[in-house]
């Protein structure tokens, strides 16, 4: 199937920074890709819609100034946590919808985020 | 809110089918059964889709009942490396339509 890929896979960073989370769809391009956040043994919330060229759109109760997202080509959109909280740790995840094939969206490899 | 019902949990011994099944009562006429898995501490993994008929590919067989309202994912012969979450998922095959997901089934494969 298509790949997609995350960088970081795991990142620790202080309370009060920002980290950046890439995610690239590989062999395809992508005009949409979406964010998940997960916690531990729970399952996947989505936290935006990733749209290239134009804003994102956030599900409710997403604070969209504390995470940014920009989808600036057809293979990479990046999420921003800003000024991080140790409540942000949490395990990330972006997809892409795959349009060439069977239109199936496939999912990247997981960022963990840690905040200390 | 997820539009799937699936049990909590399964065990099934090395070898053997595992057959997850999944309700979704109220799916509407476009949209396809997507399953999913994800192992510990990675992203989901595709498995299979299907409309109405039934599908296989390397990994897994789905089952989709004439009315639509439930389907079955079998994986024909289990192994330990099969013990995941397998999240059932009705969705629009084209779009800006996300996934939704909802807690999954907990497999265990038991040697």
């Known amino acids: 199937g298509a790949v997609v890929s995350q960088h970081p896979s795991w990142v620790i960073c202080k309370s009060g920074t920002s980290v950046k989370i890439e995610c690239r769809s590989l062999?395809?391009?992508?005009?949409?890709m979406f964010w998940y956040r997960q916690f531990p043994k729970k399952s996947l919330m989505l936290m935006a819609t990733s749209n290239e060229g134009s804003k994102a759109t956030y599900e409710q109760g997403v604070e969209k100034d504390k995470f940014l997202i920009n989808h600036a080509s057809l293979t990479l959109s990046t999420l921003t946590v800003t000024s991080a909280h140790p409540e942000d740790s949490s395990f990330y995840i972006c997809?892409?919808?795959?349009?060439?094939?069977?239109?199936?969206?496939?999912f990247g490899e997981g960022s963990w985020l840690t905040v200390v | 809110d997820a539009k799937t019902t699936q049990p909590t949990s399964m065990d099934c011994a090395e070898g053997r089918a595992a057959n997850l099944p999944c309700n979704h009562s109220?799916?509407?006429?476009?949209?396809?059964v997507y399953w999913y898995r994800q192992i510990h501490s990675q992203g989901p993994q595709y498995i299979i889709h299907g409309l109405k008929n039934n599908e296989t590919n390397e990994m897994a067989s789905l089952i989709i009942t004439e009315d639509r309202k439930s389907s079955t994912l079998i994986l024909p012969h289990a192994t330990l490396r099969d013990t995941a979450v397998y999240y059932c998922i009705v969705s629009p095959n084209s779009g800006n339509t996300p996934l939704v997901f909802g807690k999954g089934t907990r497999l265990s494969v038991i040697a």
């Open positions: 062999d395809f391009q992508a005009t949409t």
């Open positions: 109220t799916i509407s006429g476009n949209e396809y």
């Open positions: 997809s892409a919808r795959e349009r060439t094939g069977g239109n199936t969206i496939y």
